[in-house]
């Protein structure tokens, strides 16, 4: 099973500088260098910040199409939001912190992973040792190794 992390989250403005150039997926184009105004990364990934949280994923359940979100990745859950049926989500399953995708199969519900390789877990035979803590909103996925765990520092809550 995939599990979740809860991290610990300082709420002050993180600026970047945004390029309002478009970055082309295809061939570069030769475009000017334009810089464009500053972002606030929290205004983004904490829209909510009474009710939104961050957590690191353990495991690879969720590595597969369409979320591609890796082990390692930092992901944003908002509490607010009600979860609905091809949201992904933030569970706790029998004490357990775990990610998946909601979906209604028939009148039942389900977690499923994007990774095919894990299995689905019908909710109505979890009982009372299910409940979901959010939906997640965001994923920050590293892409060199070493960088985003040296800046994130976590807590496990017990």
Not at 78 to 84: L, N, V
Not at 126 to 152: P, Q, R, Y
Request: charged share 20%; aromatic share 6%.
């Amino acid at each position: 099973m995939t599990t979740v992390e809860i991290l610990q989250i300082i709420r002050e403005p993180i600026w970047i500088i945004e390029c309002e150039t478009p970055v082309p997926a295809g061939f570069p184009s030769p475009a000017e260098d334009y810089r464009g105004t500053k972002v606030d990364l929290n205004a983004i990934l904490l829209p909510n910040p009474n009710c939104t949280y961050m957590a690191r994923v353990k495991g690879t359940s969720m590595d597969g199409a369409p979320a591609h979100i890796t082990d390692g990745a930092l992901i944003t859950v908002d509490c607010s939001i009600k979860p609905e049926p091809g949201h992904i989500v933030v569970a706790a399953v029998e004490g357990e912190f775990t990610i998946k995708r909601l979906e209604k199969r028939g009148a039942t519900y389900w977690l499923v992973p994007d990774n095919p390789n894990h299995h689905s877990t019908d909710i109505s035979l979890l009982g009372d040792g299910f409940e979901v803590w959010g939906v997640v909103t965001h994923a920050v996925t590293e892409f060199i190794n070493g960088k985003l765990k040296e800046h994130v520092r976590t807590r496990r809550l017990q």
